[in-house]
Structures are given as structure tokens and as C-alpha cells.
């Protein structure tokens, strides 16, 4: 006696389309939506500490009673920052953002310059001492060289702006030209890839992070280069209201500078970060 196998096959007839948009917006039911503080977290969440830290900042103040002549808090350098606004603060601005956007458009070149050390591996061993030696050289020993060459206007600070830019941008760019997956290269070489299609399609994209990261210290650094540049030779910016300020002991006028530079840097590296999710998305959290 034979037993008999009964084969069940499954059911492979197409499934109609609408079925398949239900089964779709159930799917989509199910993720929930996100709420207004998590769409807005990275907003809120920088607010709301930089609020309770001016508001403990303060109160510390007044009940302990800082001497104003050492420290202040946040409503007297308000009021600092107001004096200052009643007096030159557009043309300090004025001179200070001109000297930084100039010298780190300048330093950008270091972009190409570390596609091209990063690439070329002789290059890179033989330039990695000198930019790394550069790079760790206290800028502040180098300024009165950058005086004596382009005198006391605004060709110093551009210049000191622009060596603090370049570094940082060079060094970053290097690197992740080196962390490309050499396997993806080797893909678009052999699909018949030209070296401009091969650096834009394969190696810049992934170099971007690395990119974003120079331009994030860079930013600091070119910051820091106006400052020390209008400390040792100007008549007139951000950094040398500051030292002028300083030097009075006007240390409400001191600080209100200070908390300039910080709102500026602060400015900067949040357009950086939405500019970042534009070009590189894959490596936001959202």
C-alpha cells in the first residue's frame, strides 16, 4: 500500500494594490509620531540649560555678593553690552566678522590641500611633520611676525585667521581621505571612473564628515585668531574692546565681549550642524 504526500503549495497569486496601501498605512499607524519636545529637543534642550545656568549664575551673585571689580553676572553685563551698543559695537562687529569670514575663506583651501595629501601617499609622509609641527606651534609667538609683514591694518589678522583656518581643515581632510573604503574606489576604477568622477562621487562624500569636523575647529580657531590679533594690534574690533575693557577693569564691558564671541561661535556651529544634515544626513540622529 502506497501513502500518498499531499503537497500544499502557497498561494503566490498577486496581492491587489489596494491591499497592499492598507497594509502599508497600518505599518505607518503603528511607528508613532513623535511629540513637539522631541521634534524640537535640540532647540529646547540647549535653551532651557543655558536659562537655568544664567538664573543660578544670577542668584549666586546677588546673595553672595561677587565684587564687581573681579567678576559680574548676567544683568550687570547686560548692561555692559548695552553701553557697548550705545557706543561702537557695529564697527567693532563690523571689523571682526570681516576679518574672520576673510581668513577662513582663505584657510579653506586647506580642503583641497588634504584631498591631495591624502590621496597621494609620498606627499603625505613627506608634509605630516610640517603640518603637524605648524599646527602645534603657539600662534600667539608667530604674531608679531604677521605684524612685521603686513603691518598693523587688516592684513595681520586676516593672515593670523587664515594659518589658524588652514591646519585644522588640512589635517581633518587627510585623514578621512585615508578612512575611504578602498574596495569602494576600486569599484569605480574598475567601472571606468576618471580621477575627477572618482573624487567627487567615491572619495569626497566620504571624506565630508571629516570636512564638517575640520570646519568645526576651525571655526574655534579662526575665532581665536581675531581675537589675538585685535589684542596685540588694532585700534578697534571685538577683541581689542575687549583688552581695552580689560585693562579699565571695566569688567562688565569685558565679559558683555566675551559673551559676544561665545553667541557668535555658538551661531556658527548650529548653521554647520543644518548644513551638515543637509549634506550628510546619514550621520544625524533624526
Not at 557668535?264 to 544634515?277: D, G, M, P, Q, W
Amino acid at each position: 500500500m502506497t501513502d500518498r504526500v499531499t503537497v500544499i503549495m502557497p498561494d503566490v497569486s498577486p496581492v491587489p494594490e489596494g491591499e497592499v496601501e492598507r497594509s502599508r498605512r497600518t505599518h505607518e499607524d503603528l511607528i508613532p509620531t513623535p511629540g513637539f519636545f522631541a521634534r524640537w529637543a535640540y532647540i529646547l534642550l540647549p535653551a532651557v540649560t543655558m536659562v537655568l545656568i544664567l538664573a543660578v549664575w544670577e542668584i549666586y551673585a546677588r546673595v553672595k555678593g561677587i565684587n564687581p571689580l573681579f567678576f559680574s553676572y548676567p544683568s550687570e553685563i547686560w548692561r555692559g553690552f548695552v553701553t557697548w551698543y550705545q557706543g561702537p559695537l557695529f564697527g567693532d562687529l563690523k571689523t571682526s566678522a570681516t576679518e574672520f569670514v576673510v581668513g577662513l575663506l582663505l584657510g579653506a583651501i586647506g580642503i583641497p590641500v588634504g584631498l591631495v595629501i591624502g590621496s597621494v601617499r609620498r606627499l603625505s609622509l613627506a608634509l605630516d611633520p610640517l603640518i603637524n609641527g605648524l599646527y602645534s606651534t603657539p600662534t600667539l609667538a608667530l604674531t608679531p611676525l604677521f605684524v612685521i609683514w603686513f603691518g598693523l591694518g587688516l592684513q595681520s589678522k586676516v593672515a593670523i585667521v587664515t594659518i589658524l583656518a588652514f591646519f585644522p581643515l588640512v589635517i581633518n581632510t587627510a585623514d578621512g581621505v585615508r578612512t575611504v573604503d578602498r574596495q569602494l574606489v576600486q569599484a569605480a576604477r574598475s567601472f571606468g571612473a576618471h580621477r575627477i568622477q572618482l573624487y567627487r562621487d567615491v572619495i569626497f562624500p566620504g571624506t565630508l564628515p571629516f570636512i564638517v569636523s575640520g570646519i568645526r575647529l576651525a571655526i574655534g580657531r579662526a575665532i581665536i585668531g581675531v581675537v589675538i590679533g585685535e589684542f596685540i594690534a588694532s585700534v578697534d574690533g571685538v577683541g581689542y574692546r575687549i583688552r581695552a575693557a580689560a585693562a579699565s577693569f571695566r569688567t562688565a564691558e569685558y565679559l558683555a565681549g566675551v559673551m559676544v564671541l561665545i553667541i557668535f561661535a555658538i551661531a556658527l556651529t548650529s548653521l554647520l550642524k543644518v548644513a551638515e544634515r543637509r549634506l550628510a544626513p546619514w550621520r544625524t540622529d533624526e
